[in-house]
């Protein structure tokens, strides 16, 4: 089955205590990416990669790592989690037709982080 | 950037009347545009979207949305609500020269009345 996993699924933590939040996909798709859900103000992209090696900075990357050693997995990190980052997290992936991505994105279940 | 505009937090209709969720962007170049849907507790699922082409698309469950250069808008629609609809309804755009970075509006819940 065609899937994005994540891991964990809620996470509550403290303050400055450094996580990571793991996402793999199954679909050998070049494209991945990271989203926070925040009530009022939708879905807003962390980070993205093209491909392994190849990560950009999205829309709100501040206070965030991510790698992409492989290309199933794409972790984000939180080296000094600090409350404003208590949010919804989701990661995606995409095939990349060409340059662009045109075709859907596909969303793994999201994980619900509290930082305390 | 890009910006996205989805007037309308909260949108109620009855069973079996049109549903209208209205979607809005910012920039000159016409992007790339993607409606997803969310089902309480799950994530994001692709409804439909409009690349290039025809300006009226289709979608899954009888959804679809014209795009109108003109007015920069790509409204979704459904002739008949049903309770299965009711969920959280995303507009979301892509620049059409990278298409890499994706611009999602602050969303819109439907409620379908029995």
């Known amino acids: 089955e065609a899937q994005v996993t994540q891991n964990p699924r809620y996470l509550i933590t403290v303050t400055g205590k450094k996580l990571t939040v793991t996402c793999s996909q199954n679909?050998?798709?070049?494209?991945m990416s990271w989203y926070r859900q925040d009530p009022g103000l939708g879905l807003r992209q962390i980070y993205y990669?093209?491909?392994?090696?190849?990560?950009d900075k999205g829309d709100v990357p501040e206070g965030y790592k991510v790698s992409r050693k492989e290309k199933r997995n794409f972790p984000l990190i939180l080296e000094s989690p600090s409350p404003n980052q208590t949010s919804l997290y989701f990661c995606?992936?995409?095939?990349?037709?060409?340059?662009?991505?045109?075709?859907?994105?596909?969303f793994g279940p999201g994980t619900r982080l509290t930082v305390l | 950037a890009q910006s996205v505009t989805q007037l309308g937090s909260h949108v109620s209709v009855s069973e079996g009347a049109l549903v209208l969720l209205r979607c809005n962007y910012s920039?000159?170049?016409?992007?790339?545009l993607f409606w997803y849907v969310q089902y309480p507790n799950q994530g994001l699922q692709l409804l439909l979207k409009?690349?290039?082409?025809?300006?009226l698309v289709k979608g899954i469950n009888g959804f679809e949305a014209e795009f109108k250069k003109s007015e920069t808008s790509f409204h979704l629609t459904k002739p008949s609500a049903h309770m299965s609809d009711a969920a959280e309804y995303f507009c979301?755009?892509?620049?059409?020269?990278?298409?890499?970075?994706?611009?999602f509006g602050t969303g819109t819940s439907l409620t379908v009345i029995p």
């Open positions: 679909m050998n798709h070049e494209y």
């Open positions: 995606a992936s995409s095939y990349i037709g060409g340059r662009v991505i045109t075709d859907t994105q596909y």
């Open positions: 979301a755009v892509s620049d059409r020269g990278t298409g890499n970075q994706f611009y």
């Open positions: 920039s000159s170049v016409p992007p790339y």
């Open positions: 409009y690349t290039t082409g025809a300006t």
């Open positions: 990669s093209m491909n392994v090696e190849v990560t």
